[in-house]
């Protein structure tokens, strides 16, 4: 596909589409992309989140939580479209990378199915868990994911790092908020 536009989307963000020139791409390690679709509507979006859950955390940091990440792609989804009963799902990673961060990996894989089931949207495909990175690309008119493992242990480190940093940094911040009532 010559004419392409590569959207890459990072810890935390979010995208939807219905483009068919799009290719969403993006990088996790113990992190999940939730590549969400509706091939009737020809509409489709990508989560990258951190931890399973966050619901103590700032409303500007959400996003980098299972729940909420989830949540605001299906509605995002309905909103431009799709239809809920339409939707289905690929999902992304959950690779227990290093020792330091302990059973994340897994955690984060475990929450995405049982997301998945709970709201009753079908898993057409996942690629998690195991000890390696991965590079995902997917088309969010059609549905299609393409997958690469990465080999390089410093590209998939530098991941984990930058998480762990901006985790750090969302929570300091989330700590200096004040709410005016």
């Known amino acids: 596909m010559l004419d392409a536009d590569t959207i890459l989307v990072t810890q935390g963000e979010m995208y939807i589409s219905c483009d068919p020139k799009v290719i969403m791409t993006t990088l996790v390690g113990s992190c999940i992309a939730a590549c969400m679709f509706d091939s009737t509507a020809k509409i489709g979006g990508m989560n990258h989140f951190l931890l399973p859950d966050g619901s103590e955390i700032s409303a500007t940091s959400r996003l980098s939580y299972g729940f909420h990440a989830m949540e605001c792609l299906i509605n995002g989804l309905i909103k431009q479209g799709a239809r809920k009963s339409n939707l289905c799902c690929k999902l992304f990673g959950g690779a227990n990378i290093r020792a330091n961060l302990g059973d994340i990996g897994t955690r984060n894989a475990t929450f995405a199915t049982d997301f998945l089931n709970s709201e ?62």
Not at 120 to 133: E, K, Y
């Open 120 to 181: 009753g949207i079908s898993c057409v495909g996942s690629s998690l868990g195991g000890d390696r990175g991965r590079r995902i690309r997917f088309w969010p008119a059609t549905g299609r994911a393409q997958q690469l493992m990465i080999r390089d242990d410093n590209i998939v480190n530098r991941e984990v790092e930058t998480a762990r940093k901006d985790i750090l940094r969302r929570h300091d911040s989330a700590a200096q908020e004040v709410e005016f009532f």
